[in-house]
């Protein structure tokens, strides 16, 4: 018999366990795996939604003025009062529905963490939780996470408008919660009051939750407005409203946002919150509550991004792309089929590499894949970029 040597004892020991994944069919997202490939290409990147440009500077040094003033410890569990304050405030005058700050409202470290915590506080296994594809990535593997079963609703092809009939008819009582996402990633589609209150009557009757995605709330274009979930009773009574301060104020990589929702569902969500990241960046909080006090960085973003949409949807009309409408968020989605025999995705990985502009596939918002010939294109970065970007599709 041979005796193990330290070096074999060492290599069995270092030997990493296989385990079984909780989301088996996922891999990296969309967004990273483009992003990834623009900065290899050095294409233009029109698929990640951030902003190429920079915040205003006064909210920097609101920030800096909060780590100068020594505010770098942890904060509130639930967030720090004069933020929580400020949303509640925020929210009662734009929607009309007052929000206890100390009950009602709770800070996040950004949307995605806001959508994972509210379905790990609410969804039980077993679960079914509707979905309306396309829908933002992040829902579906939530939803598994906990337990549930992501059903998942079509909105209209074509149109991407909501299909209220299909939506009822999803309705089962293992029903927790819909999710809903206006103004809408991808396809820029933004509800109208007549939706929400056919959503408020369909809810009406049953004990469904509504996780309401408000994160492109201040980015309506063509004098519509925003419809929040927050303006029907109906719906505020059983919705946790989510909003992020990176997508209004140009900060994405800071990653705050909140939930506001009634007393009870923030109690629970609360439960999780604590354990899921505990609070939430500090001086950050306090410069955002200052920001906050000047309500024109929101009230001039519908105008700021409208004029962008403008100049890349006219930029566009000289291509061959069919343009969608895009009433809201900062994205633009366009029909490839008169540019292109190749499927989406592979489309954009040769726009990427051949064109030197990057797109995202629709198809990464389905959860079958479902390929339309379309893709979508951010256009939240400064005009030269938007014009490089144009001269370079123009060649098609
Ligand atoms: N929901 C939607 C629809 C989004 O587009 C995004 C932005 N990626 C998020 C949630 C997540 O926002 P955050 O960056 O604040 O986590
Ligand atoms: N919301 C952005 C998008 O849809 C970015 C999301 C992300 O990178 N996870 O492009």
């Not at 939530?142 to 008819?169: C, H, M, Q, W, Y």
């Not at 379309?374 to 939240?380: G, K």
Request: hydrophobic share 45%.
């Amino acid at each position: 018999m041979t005796m193990p040597t330290p070096d074999t004892i060492r290599a069995s020991a270092a030997r990493t366990p296989s385990l079984k994944s909780k989301l088996p069919a996922v891999g990296t997202t969309i967004f990273t795996v483009m992003s990834t490939l623009a900065a290899e290409k050095g294409a233009v990147n029109l698929g990640q939604g951030f902003p190429d440009f920079d915040c205003d500077l006064k909210l920097i040094n609101a920030v800096l003025d909060a780590m100068n003033r020594g505010l770098n410890q942890y904060p509130p569990m639930t967030g720090v009062p004069v933020l929580r304050e400020a949303i509640a405030a925020k929210l009662a005058r734009l929607h009309g529905h007052s929000y206890n700050a100390n009950l009602e409202i709770t800070i996040t470290a950004g949307a995605t963490q806001a959508i994972l915590t509210v379905i790990l506080a609410i969804v039980h296994p077993g679960d079914e939780v509707i979905v309306l594809e396309p829908c933002y990535d992040s829902y579906v593997p939530n939803i598994e996470l906990a337990g549930g079963t992501a059903v998942r609703v079509p909105l209209i092809p074509g149109t991407f408008r909501p299909d209220f009939d299909k939506i009822s008819n999803a309705i089962t009582p293992k029903t927790r919660a819909i999710i809903i996402n206006s103004p809408h990633n991808p396809s820029g589609t933004v509800w109208l009051e007549a939706d929400m209150l056919k959503l408020q009557d369909i809810l009406a009757p049953t004990d469904v939750l509504l996780i309401s995605d408000e994160v492109y709330e201040h980015m309506v274009f063509d004098g519509q407005l925003h419809y929040s979930s927050a303006r029907f009773s109906g719906l505020a009574a059983r919705a946790f409203i989510v909003s992020s301060f990176g997508k209004t104020y140009h900060v994405t990589g800071w990653k705050v946002g909140y939930v506001a929702a009634p007393a009870a569902l923030s109690a629970e969500f609360r439960k999780v919150h604590q354990f899921n990241v505990f609070t939430v960046n500090t001086p950050v909080q306090y410069g955002l509550a200052a920001y906050m006090a000047d309500d024109r960085p929101y009230l001039d973003l519908p105008a700021f991004y409208q004029r962008k949409r403008d100049l890349f949807r006219s930029g566009l009309a000289n291509t061959r792309f069919k343009l969608l409408p895009s009433e809201g968020s900062y994205f633009q989605c366009v029909d490839i089929s008169k540019v292109s025999d190749l499927n989406e995705a592979d489309f954009c990985k040769w726009l990427t590499t051949e064109v030197g502009v990057a797109a995202i596939p629709l198809s990464a918002f389905y959860g079958n894949g479902f390929d339309q010939r379309v893709v979508r294109f951010c256009f939240a970065k400064k005009d030269e970029t938007l014009n490089t970007a144009l001269d370079r599709l123009a060649r098609l």
